[in-house]
Structures are given as C-alpha cells and as structure tokens.
C-alpha cells in the first residue's frame, strides 16, 4: 500500500507540474487563480462526494488546465492552505491531504470579499459554459435553464458558448428588475448555432446590453431557417430586442436565410471581428442605430464587416419618430456591402469620421432621360430625413440609384470618395456643401464622382475646399429647389423630367474655393436662381450636342474672383465686377492644348480639351487685367493638378486666339 500511495503521489505531483507549466503562459507567477472566502467544508473534496479520493485530485488538473469550470462553493473546498485564493500551491496540499489525511483547518475568521464586476453584480465572477453537441446542450455553471436544444440564460455574467447545434436556440431572458444595469456577454468560441424555427441567438430581454464576443482564431456561425417568425413576430438570425454590442477578433459569419441577418430593436454596436452577415432581406437593422467601430479606439484592423443583401438594405437604421435617433455612424474599419436597395440608410442623419467604405447596390430598371427607373430605391447612403456627414475615411461607391443622397443638408468636409452612380453623385434635397469655407488646400476632400446622370445636385450648393471630378451624362452642378422625385418612371426618370432634377425658381451655386473640373453632356455649372463665382478654379468640359452651356443660371452669373474655364455648345451671359475673358468659336480637337497668360506671359491655366469638336465655345474668366489665349505650343516648369489642368510656367509657341478687354460688361458673350 506504502509503495503504491508512493507512485500515485509521484504520478500525481507531476500532473500537477504539468498542469502549472501548461497555464504560465497566461501568469507570471502561481496567482493564476479565483479569490474565495474561507469555510469549514472538508477540504479538496471537489467532486462533493463527502470524502476525499484520487477523483477529486484529478478534476482539480482539470480546472487548473481550463477544461472544467467549478461552481463557487467548489472553489471553497479547493482552496486547501485557506489563502482566499486557488492555485498550484492548493493542488500539491490536495494530494498530501490525500495521502496522509488530517484534521479539517479550523474555521477562518477574516474573510476577502470577491470582487465586483459589472457582469455578475456582486457575485463571484465566474464564468459560465454552454456546450452544444448535436441536438443537446450542456452547461456549467448557475444561469441557464435547458429544455431540449434550448437554453435560456436567466442571470448576467459571461457564458462560453462551444460546438454545434442543429436545431435549437440560444435565449437571454434576464429579468430588469432583478438585474438592473445587468450585462450578458456569450464569448462564442467555435460555435455554429442553426434553427428551422426561430432565432438562433434571441435576446428577450437585458437591462444594459447584450455583448457576442468573438475569440480569437475561432469560426462561428449562426443561420436561422428559411420561413419563421419569432416571439417577437419578427425575424433576424441574431435579434435583440435590448442593445447589442459585437466585438472580438475572431470570424463570425450570419445567414439570415429568412429576412435579416443581425436586428436590434435599441442599438447595434460592431467594434471588432471579422464580421460576414449574409441576409435575404436587410443585413443589420438597428432601431435606434448602427454604429460601426468605437470613437473611442485608434486602431481598427481588427474590425471589417462584409455585408450581401439579395433583397434589401445593407445597414440599416429604422427609427423614424425620434430625431436623435435612428442615425448610422462609422467611426473605423473596413466595410463592404452588396445590396439589392440602399447600400446604407438611416432614417435620420448618417455620419462617417473614418474607414473604408465599399457599396456596391445591384437593382436595376429600363433606362430614361434621368437614369435608371425603377421603385426600389437604391442608393449608396441615404438619410432619408436628416443630415448626412462625411469628415474623412475613404468611400467607394457603385449604386444604380443616387450614390449620396439626403433630404437635409449634406456635408462632404473630408475623406477619399469615388462614386459611379446610375443617377445623381451627390443630391440633397437642401443645402450641399463641398469642403470647408475659408480653407485653401485641394486635397481635403477628394471627389471623383466617374459617372452620373447629374454630378452634384441641391438646393444650395457650396463649393468651398478640396477637389472634385465630376463625368455626367447632364449638368455638373445643378442647384434646383424641391425634391429630385427619385424613384419615378416619367420621362427624366430619377432626374424628374428632361431637365434633371429638381425644377424650381429657387436655387443658388456659391462657387467660393477648391478646384472642380468637369465632363458635362448638360450644363456645366446650372443654377435655377443666381450662379456665384467667388474663388476657386472650375474647369467645363462640354459637349456639342443638346440644349447646354457651360453655365446657365436663370439670375445670372455673378463673377467676382477665381478662375474659371468653359468649353461647350453654348456660352452664357456673365455679369462681372471686374474679369478678363476670351470668347471663341473656334474648333478645338480632343487632346488639344489650350493656354492662357498674363500680360508677362506666365502660364495662369492651361488644359489639355478631353473632347473637342467643331463649333464649340472657349471662354475664361480671370481677375487679371489682361489675358491671352493658346491653342497648342509646349509648357513649360507648370505644376499640373490632375491629367488634363495646370498652373504656372511658361509657354512657347502655339496659335495666338483673340483675348477680351477687362470688365467688358456682357460683351463677347451670347446670353442664353
């Protein structure tokens, strides 16, 4: 028995070792434990048995490697030297115990109160399991209820969630009243949750916010069935009717196979992972509002969601009674979304400080006058009823309806954005406002709006920092009063009309600064009320065909600063205060070069003409005193700004054109 008890200790010991090497990795030192109070029970009896056997000493390995979890008054009785804490130290007194058994340590009189997390609300922080195999379910742990391949969560606290589940369903259901402030977090690690029936993962109830935690080199995934509604007469493969938070760095793919992939009835918050959500109908849906990445973090690698939508939205917030809310927020990280309707739509204001941005939305009509005619709307970010905001991120849009829309003001003030529209660039049904007012750089923003029916389209429109390239089918800037009708299938299509867009008396064009050059089959710079050049520089490349100039304002252009170059079918009265101009009619083949110079003969502009043609206008409206015109001849030292404009230098040769007299009122100019 001697020799016997001797060889078990050796076996024993050196688990124990083991064990304690295997875990350092995540410890410094043997505090790699849970803090308990002390008792009276019989000491190392974990298995609760009423005595003490080699079976206690082995499941002891095995909560030391991570493979069990042990219930608070567990954790009592494993605490041997009664330190208030559990470690290595407790597994070599276990099996001393065992081998020479003694008498129970007298009752402590000091006890160390656990501590208080935000989770357990008191309780021991303990955390929980939920293991899924097949048709069943296991746990450890207080907090769960289990009835076939359901299990309800009843108590805030972590709960690791492993394994497969066929059909059956994760429920968090913890009472408000009992838990006020009460937080849930399933750490999903290596879970694949499917059901015919109902959701998945369903959040019925949780007084602050439901957390999915995505760990680390882990692929889980979450699929409902193809025709339910669930408690909630409703359906989303996750859906919470409280907040819900993801996170983690870890894959997470959800298949809403019925309608939606991810629904929140308060808020959804995505602030880490690898995130793929594919819906039959809206991707993420949020009441009250999407947030994608935390404002509080600097570093968003780790965060990118992929969204496909075969029927709806990709991101969506639904929220139309609440001002404040119903809001679409990026903050950070990579997102890409393939939608049938809107690649984004908040039913108030979207706002985007950083990231990187893709939509692509598919639907598609019979094309017309304005575009592509269809009743779906889809559009690459729409506010329906609010602001919409980009301060920086890069964005990169392909959308057979608007590519930004909003009904109230639009606000470009930053970031890289590239959009090819089936419609308008960029249409607010109020005031849209380019860049920053006062500010002098060209590269914030940068617009590159590559195809449209009209590039930029509002109210009030405010070009005031940054560049833009704008190619479209009708006018360039088009600022109009009234709604675009968007949507409608009479002639003009999205446009509304042969026109395009919105036809009122109203609407003003401020050109105050950045650079804007432009291919317009329509008007280049089109204001229904008064066009305003006040600085900048535009260049207008236009077309021969159609009923177009390169500006047409209904009260006029009013020149008072900045430089502005138009090429078009047409000209346009100009009422200056003080300009010099050059009017011509000459032709001027695609990939000519036109030039123009000050009395001193320094390069003010030159151009290269992408499509040119006979019959064609060539005007230019400087604040020099005098300026001279060439077609062809070679520049020299000139800082160009894209392919085709530049500034400064020096020209030799060329054909001299005629140049205009300084404030020559409207002569040289047809008015149209």
């Excluded at 989770?119 to 450890?140: A, F, H, R, W, Y």
Aim: charged fraction near 20%; hydrophobic fraction near 30%.
């Amino acid at each position: 028995m001697k020799k016997f008890k001797k060889v078990l200790c050796g076996i024993l010991s050196a688990t124990l070792v083991a064990s304690y090497c295997e875990i350092s990795d995540f410890s410094n030192d043997i505090s790699n434990t849970v803090v308990v109070k002390a008792d009276t029970t019989l000491r190392g009896d974990i298995n609760n048995d009423g005595v003490l056997t080699a079976l206690d000493i082995m499941q002891f390995k095995q909560y030391m490697v991570g493979k069990i979890q042990l219930d608070s008054d567990v954790l009592l009785r494993a605490d041997m030297n009664v330190d208030n804490i559990v470690n290595i130290v407790d597994g070599i007194l276990l099996i001393n115990e065992f081998l020479n058994p003694s008498v129970p340590e007298p009752e402590q009189t000091t006890t160390t109160t656990p501590p208080v997390t935000d989770d357990n609300q008191g309780g021991i922080d303990e955390v929980k399991e939920i293991l899924l195999d097949g048709n069943s379910i296991t746990t450890t742990g207080s907090g769960t209820e289990v009835s076939g391949s359901v299990v309800t969560i009843t108590e805030p606290g972590e709960y690791i969630v492993k394994g497969k589940l066929n059909d059956g369903q994760i429920i968090v259901s913890v009472d408000k009243t009992a838990y006020p402030a009460g937080k849930v977090e399933l750490s999903l690690q290596g879970a694949d949750i499917s059901s015919s029936s109902d959701s998945p993962i369903y959040v019925e109830s949780v007084d602050d916010e439901c957390v999915i935690s995505v760990k680390k080199g882990t692929d889980n995934v979450i699929s409902d069935g193809k025709s339910y509604t669930n408690a909630d007469e409703d359906s989303g493969a996750i859906y919470s009717k409280d907040d819900l938070k993801i996170k983690g760095k870890g894959n997470l793919t959800v298949n809403g196979n019925c309608a939606d992939g991810i629904v929140g009835k308060d808020s959804v918050k995505i602030f880490n992972g690898n995130i793929t959500v594919n819906a039959v109908d809206d991707g993420i849906r949020g009441k009250d509002s999407v947030k994608i990445g935390d404002a509080d973090d600097t570093d968003f690698s780790a965060l990118n969601v992929t969204v496909v939508s075969s029927g709806g939205d990709g991101i969506t917030a639904t929220n139309d009674t609440d001002a404040d809310k119903g809001n679409v927020i990026i903050n950070g990280g990579t997102i890409n979304i393939t939608a049938y309707a809107d690649g984004i739509q908040s039913e108030h204001n979207f706002t985007m400080d950083n990231g990187e941005l893709t939509i692509k939305t598919t639907a598609t009509g019979s094309s017309s006058w304005g575009g592509t005619t269809t009743d779906v709307s889809s559009k690459g970010i729409k506010a329906s009823n609010g602001n919409l905001t980009i301060n920086g991120g890069t964005v990169n849009i392909d959308s057979s309806d608007d590519g930004l829309h909003c009904s109230g003001d639009m606000n470009v003030l930053g970031g890289n954005i590239t959009i090819a529209s089936g419609d308008d660039g960029m249409h607010s049904d109020t005031n849209l406002n380019i860049g920053t007012q006062g500010a002098t750089e060209l590269s914030t923003p940068d617009i590159n709006i590559t195809k449209s029916y009209e590039g930029v389209e509002g109210v009030t429109i405010n070009m005031n920092s940054g560049t833009i390239h704008i190619t479209a089918s009708d006018d360039g800037y088009n600022a109009a009063g009234g709604n675009d009708g968007s949507g409608n299938t009479s002639p003009g299509g999205w446009g509304g009309g042969f026109g395009g867009g919105m036809s009122s008396s109203s609407g003003t064009l401020n050109i105050n600064g950045g650079y804007t050059f432009m291919q317009a089959k329509g008007d280049g710079l089109d204001a229904n009320g008064a066009c305003n050049l006040n600085g900048g520089t535009v260049v207008i490349n236009g077309f021969t065909s159609g009923d177009t100039s390169p500006l047409d304002a209904d009260s006029g252009v009013n020149y008072k600063g900045g430089t502005v170059l138009g090429y078009g079918a047409s000209n346009m009265m100009v009422t200056p205060s003080s300009y010099s101009f050059i009017t011509t009619s000459a032709s001027i083949s695609s990939g000519t070069r036109v030039t123009f110079t000050d009395a001193s003969g320094n390069v003010l502009s030159t151009v290269t003409v992408p499509q040119g043609s006979a019959g064609r206008y060539l005007f230019y409206c400087s604040p020099q005193s005098s300026v001279t015109c060439y077609t062809g001849g070679t520049v020299s030292g000139t800082a160009m700004w894209d392919d085709y404009y530049g500034e400064g230098g020096t020209i030799s040769g060329g054909t001299t054109l005629a140049a205009g007299s300084a404030g020559g009122g409207n002569d040289g100019f047809r008015p149209w």
